[in-house]
């Protein structure tokens, strides 16, 4: 049943694999920076944010990769929280910055990290979460039936086309 992440991610149609090595490569980057944040500025490193957003923030230390994890892993539960994660990251950094934003907008649209880059980010996993869990759930159900995720529909059928004859 378990082959690899090479057999399993061949047999997925190339979108799938452009959109998860994406998502990946975002949610390493967000943990990364808050690692960063964490690093340099100890347990109070967001001190200056609402208390929900600073344990929201400690807590993607964990979420983040953890998604990244599922993602590479193809399980249909990695989108679902990737999104969640988004949902929550977003809001909560808009919400601080939003009266910033409204007063100096400049400020916040210069270069490619910060609210603009997340927010592009965010908008791709908004985008491409209910198709990516859509296309792992197929292959993970596909899987989890005996068959091959790379044969298509009916390949868990015997010779005869009977689906339960390969039922022990």
Same mark, same amino acid.
């Given at each position: 049943?378990?082959? /690899?992440?090479?057999?399993?991610?061949?047999?997925?149609?190339?979108? $799938?694999?452009?959109?998860?090595?994406?998502?990946?490569?975002?949610? %390493?980057?967000?943990?990364? %920076?808050? &690692?960063?944040?964490?690093?340099?500025?100890?347990?109070?490193?967001?001190?200056?944010?609402?208390?929900?957003?600073? $344990?929201?923030?400690?807590?993607?230390?964990?979420?983040?990769?953890?998604?990244?994890?599922?993602?590479?892993?193809?399980?249909? &539960?990695?989108?679902?929280? /990737?999104?969640?994660?988004?949902?929550?990251?977003?809001?909560?950094?808009?919400?601080?910055n939003w009266d910033g934003f409204v007063r100096h907008p400049l400020d916040y649209l210069q270069g490619v990290v910060?609210?603009?880059?997340?927010?592009?980010?965010?908008?791709? $996993?908004?985008?491409?979460?209910?198709?990516?869990?859509r296309a792992f759930h197929q292959a993970f159900n596909r899987a989890g039936r005996g068959m091959d995720p790379r044969?298509?529909?009916? &390949?868990?059928?015997?010779?005869?086309?009977?689906?339960?004859?390969?039922? %022990?």
């Amino acid at each position: 049943m378990t082959q /690899g992440i090479r057999g399993g991610w061949g047999a997925r149609p190339r979108w $799938v694999w452009w959109v998860a090595a994406v998502w990946v490569i975002g949610f %390493v980057e967000g943990a990364g %920076v808050h &690692a960063f944040d964490l690093l340099t500025g100890g347990l109070h490193a967001y001190g200056a944010w609402p208390l929900p957003s600073q $344990v929201l923030f400690h807590a993607l230390l964990v979420l983040d990769p953890l998604a990244a994890v599922l993602v590479t892993r193809g399980r249909p &539960a990695g989108p679902s929280l /990737g999104a969640a994660v988004m949902v929550a990251d977003l809001t909560a950094n808009w919400w601080e910055n939003w009266d910033g934003f409204v007063r100096h907008p400049l400020d916040y649209l210069q270069g490619v990290v910060g609210l603009p880059a997340m927010t592009l980010f965010g908008l791709f $996993v908004f985008t491409t979460a209910a198709p990516l869990r859509r296309a792992f759930h197929q292959a993970f159900n596909r899987a989890g039936r005996g068959m091959d995720p790379r044969e298509g529909e009916g &390949a868990d059928r015997s010779a005869d086309g009977d689906p339960r004859a390969q039922e %022990v």
